[in-house]
């Protein structure tokens, strides 16, 4: 197995992170308010935009759980699906998709400035349609 390339920061599960799209920096990853459902939208702090990041480690894989500050709940995919458009939402149980992979980027633009987020079947968290679009 390949070995993953080393983070540029330790995350600390004590202090909120935003998840910004690298296309446009002002929009965050936030949990849409009703659903759960995590959609893009401006940046403004607001506690169902800032997660927790924990540290799992187990068989020599280091995994991550982002946990919303909102619902204290992780993210997952709905379903534990492994296909293209799944629906990844905050939920209070532990499933496959709640670990996710965070990996530095290597290469290009974003080398050492931006981390791929990778669910448990090696896809990357992204933006439907590709575009940073309010509410996508």
């Not at 197995?1 to 992170?17: D, K, R, V």
């Not at 998840?19 to 920096?25: L, P, Q, R, T, Y």
């Not at 296909?83 to 633009?109: M, N, R, T």
Request: aromatic residues 10%; charged residues 20%.
């Amino acid at each position: 197995m390949e070995a993953t390339q080393q983070l540029y920061f330790e995350p600390c599960p004590t202090i909120p992170y935003k998840v910004v799209s690298v296309m446009d920096g002002l929009k965050a990853f936030t949990l849409q308010e009703g659903t759960n459902k995590l959609i893009l939208q401006d940046y403004k702090a607001a506690p169902n935009q800032l997660f927790n990041v924990y540290v799992f480690n187990n068989n020599n894989q280091t995994r991550y759980a982002l946990v919303n500050l909102t619902t204290n709940q992780a993210l997952w995919i709905e379903g534990d699906s492994p296909k293209d458009g799944g629906v990844i939402k905050s939920d209070p149980g532990q499933h496959p998709s709640s670990f996710l992979e965070i990996e530095a980027v290597s290469k290009g633009d974003w080398a050492g400035k931006a981390c791929y987020l990778k669910t448990f079947c090696g896809r990357a968290l992204d933006i439907k349609g590709g575009k940073p679009n309010p509410g996508t």
